[in-house]
């Protein structure tokens, strides 16, 4: 039996962090929203009850310091599967990115393998497991848009955001997300983003709304970092509503009709920036 799933790269419209938790980590509130651009996942079963893992990528680590191996192990180990799994990647979400693309595929490995394995997981279980392998796990189960809370694990489903093009640039370099939170500095965000309107404007549909109340507030941080990011984010912001993802270093942009999508992502081609034409889903 062989077992295909999608796995599909996700922006947060809206991030704050509210506080440093005992445990390191930072708590935060994020709208998350799914992106029609992903990563097809193939499963078979592997009979000598082993994982392994390949990728069309060469630097996708094959094994378990890859989340997608991680999430069959996991499961293997929760639920006492004997099986094995040959996990297949192709991956088209650029690596670390900021764009939740290992978080997506180790949900996809989750959701999968209850599909090859004919697992029977009570209510909740499996977003308990999700959020043992990362904070984004838990979303990239269920996609769509949603609130993220606590470490982003704690997440509330939102009426879906209407539909926009999205473009995507990456400068061609990963940003380390430990040292962009490392970087933080509460004293330095003067306005806290507007987190409830932004949610009542997903609701009322209304895409200008939305357009004005995107914010991150790790982008000072990353772009005192990596002064690149600012600068695409810059020239992304002179054509349509622009945000960094997550830590960085993808930006994207939002646009209601496809032709200033299309044009945006035709200059920054000509400019030689990684570049995709996605949107919302």
């Not at 960085?248 to 939002?254: I, K, R, S, Y």
Request: hydrophobic share 45%.
């Amino acid at each position: 039996m062989i077992v295909t799933e999608k796995a599909y790269a996700k922006i947060n419209l809206i991030l704050d962090i509210v506080a440093k938790r005992p445990d390191g980590y930072h708590e935060i509130r994020t709208i998350m929203q799914s992106l029609s651009l992903s990563d097809t996942i193939t499963l078979s079963e592997n009979r000598q009850g082993k994982i392994s893992l390949e990728c069309n990528l060469t630097e996708i680590p094959l094994d378990a310091g890859n989340l997608a191996w991680q999430a069959a192990s996991l499961i293997q180990a929760e639920y006492g599967v004997t099986k094995g799994v040959h996990i297949s990647l192709n991956k088209r979400i650029p690596v670390a990115a900021g764009l939740a693309g290992g978080s997506s595929n180790a949900a996809a490995v989750l959701r999968g393998l209850v599909r090859l394995w004919g697992l029977t997981p009570k209510q909740g279980e499996l977003s308990a497991l999700a959020a043992k392998l990362g904070s984004d796990v838990p979303f990239c189960l269920s996609g769509g848009t949603a609130l993220g809370t606590g470490r982003g694990e704690l997440v509330t489903l939102l009426p879906s955001c209407p539909h926009f093009y999205v473009v995507l640039a990456n400068p061609g370099f990963p940003v380390s997300t430990a040292d962009v939170y490392r970087n933080f500095r509460f004293e330095g965000t003067k306005t806290r983003p507007d987190i409830d309107g932004m949610i009542t404007a997903i609701g009322s549909a209304e895409r200008s709304a939305i357009t004005v109340r995107l914010a991150n507030v790790l982008e000072s941080s990353t772009f005192s970092l990596y002064p690149l990011v600012q600068e695409l984010k810059n020239k992304m912001g002179q054509t349509g509503a622009a945000l960094m993802c997550g830590s960085g270093a993808t930006v994207f942009a939002l646009f209601t009709a496809f032709a200033p999508a299309w044009s945006l992502q035709q200059t920054l081609l000509a400019a030689g920036t990684t570049v995709w034409l996605t949107e919302t889903i």
